[in-house]
């Protein structure tokens, strides 16, 4: 049983071979001194794609195919390549242009997920009993679009991470004049507010002591963006240690957060051969 549905695992897969370096076939300098060929990207890219849905380590994903070896390498050598970004620019570029993004509000908040084999980018959570835990700041556009997104442990607090989250902002032209930062009440402080003032944003801050239903205001679609995300087991419970493995994850869980949404919107508005026939793309 696949883990995601063909119409999600193709044009990903498009979009991400765009982005790997040319390799050979078969290696010039085998460290064994045998000529092995290469296992192709697109079959290690099929047992990744199902680790970041069940949320499974390699050792349980290694087929014949591919073994657990090659699947952490491979997953390294992709890191270093430079293609896991939080959200991927391609992404937010065919989004662009389909549907186009409302960049006149943005919305932040975090998220705290479980780590339980520690890392880099792992700390005491605040909650679940002090175990370790990892926090994802996400900024989306209006629509509920994630726009860019870091990882840090959850014991750091929602306000330092407004400003590397607020930095990625740059990997679309097209910003107007007046944007709106859209914010929970762990971010009201005037630290806060002076960030958002150096950049530009008119700040829409949740007051503390007044009930999160009263002052919701347009923040929701950033709370849908991180239920998109909590969808996948790699990123509930993320067991990876070092960051470029939980970038990687965090790159993908984002690429196809945007492509179901593209997907979803692009189905009242145009059809296709290939449409799927299923309103749930799981």
Request: net charge positive; glycine share 10%; hydrophobic share 40%.
């Amino acid at each position: 049983m696949p883990g995601l549905p063909v119409c999600l695992v193709e044009p990903l897969w498009v979009q991400f071979s765009a982005l790997l370096p040319e390799r050979p076939l078969v290696s010039p300098t085998p460290p064994l001194g045998c000529h092995r060929p290469r296992i192709p990207d697109r079959v290690v890219f099929e047992p990744v794609l199902a680790a970041l849905v069940h949320g499974s380590g390699s050792a349980r994903i290694a087929s014949p195919g591919g073994s657990a070896a090659t699947i952490r390498r491979r997953l390294k050598e992709w890191a270093a390549a430079g293609v896991s970004e939080p959200v991927p620019p391609r992404a937010l570029q065919a989004d662009d242009r389909r549907i186009g993004l409302e960049l006149a509000d943005r919305a932040v908040d975090g998220s705290i997920t479980k780590a339980p084999s520690g890392g880099e980018v792992a700390g005491r959570a605040p909650v679940e009993r002090g175990q370790q835990g990892r926090k994802r700041s996400v900024v989306t556009a209006g629509a509920g679009i994630p726009r860019h997104g870091v990882s840090a442990g959850a014991n750091r607090h929602d306000s330092p991470l407004l400003a590397p989250t607020l930095a990625g902002l740059d990997n679309l032209d097209g910003r107007p004049d007046a944007v709106t930062g859209h914010l929970d009440r762990g971010s009201d402080s005037n630290v806060t507010r002076a960030r958002l003032d150096a950049l530009g944003f008119d700040g829409a801050i949740a007051r503390k002591g007044i009930p999160a239903p009263v002052q919701a205001g347009s923040r929701w679609v950033v709370e849908r963006a991180h239920s998109g995300m909590h969808g996948y087991g790699k990123l509930r419970r993320c067991t990876e240690q070092l960051r470029p493995g939980v970038d990687f994850s965090l790159c993908l869980a984002a690429a196809l957060v945007v492509l179901r949404q593209l997907i979803q919107r692009a189905r009242s508005r145009s059809r296709w051969d290939t449409r799927p026939t299923s309103r749930r793309l799981k």
